[in-house]
């Protein structure tokens, strides 16, 4: 079986402060993993992709993740906060068919 | 470069009407989806299609059907609708399953 699992709903940091959104996931074979982004009334935008060889990838507006094969884990992070990072975040795995996990909801306070 | 579009972008239907929402696609892209998005419920998939003329049912298939007659276009329809269907509907595509997706940028969808 195949999922993917976000640790924490709703995340809020200070501006200039580090960005850890979560994320866990099973796969039996190995794993595709994605961070997509979803701005307010928008649709989703591919923030960053792992698929084979670097494990630590970089994405755009600053943000990467580190597939972490003996944690199962491909958590996102961005050293420094900024106001237009507040978004809704969903990490998403490919199988045999797209597994998104239920959203990171982050706030940025200023 | 469109990417993929949506129409409509907002849409108000009675219990028992029916719509179909448009995707369309430019980039030759194999693979095509539909999902919904309710709030703190992720996107679920209601069917997605490898190609022309082939079309499968997601994990969420009930009161909607598909067609894929082109490459392109990818409509989702909705027959009788309940206020169960009352949703965000985001099409997306992909070449394959390495890549991604490109989403739209959604149909915003009440039923009343």
């Known amino acids: 079986a195949q999922s993917v699992t976000q640790l924490g709903s709703h995340v809020s940091v200070s501006e200039g402060a580090l960005v850890l959104l979560r994320c866990n996931y099973s796969s039996s074979v190995p794993p595709y993993l994605f961070w997509y982004v979803q701005y307010p009334n928008q649709g989703l935008q591919l923030l960053l992709k792992y698929t084979t060889g670097a494990t630590l990838v970089k994405g755009i507006n600053g943000f990467e993740a580190e597939f972490k094969k003996s944690e199962t884990s491909f958590h996102l992070t961005k050293p420094s906060a900024h106001m237009s990072d507040a978004a809704e975040y969903f990490c998403a795995l490919t199988g045999n068919q797209f597994y998104f996990g239920t959203g990171t909801s982050l706030t940025v306070i200023p | 470069n469109a990417g993929v579009t949506q129409t409509p972008k907002f849409r108000i239907l009675k219990i028992g009407q029916s719509m179909t929402l448009q995707c369309t696609q430019d980039m030759n892209h194999n693979y095509m989806y539909w999902y919904r998005q309710d709030p703190g419920m992720g996107l679920k998939l209601i069917y997605y299609s490898v190609g022309a003329g082939i079309t499968d049912k997601g994990e969420v298939p009930n009161g909607y059907n598909v067609s894929r007659s082109t490459t392109e276009d990818f409509p989702l329809r909705l027959e009788l609708a309940a206020p169960s269907q009352t949703s965000v509907y985001f099409c997306?595509?992909?070449?394959?399953?390495?890549?991604?997706?490109?989403f739209g940028s959604g149909t915003r969808l009440t039923v009343v």
């Open positions: 997306a595509s992909s070449l394959d399953r390495v890549n991604g997706y490109t």
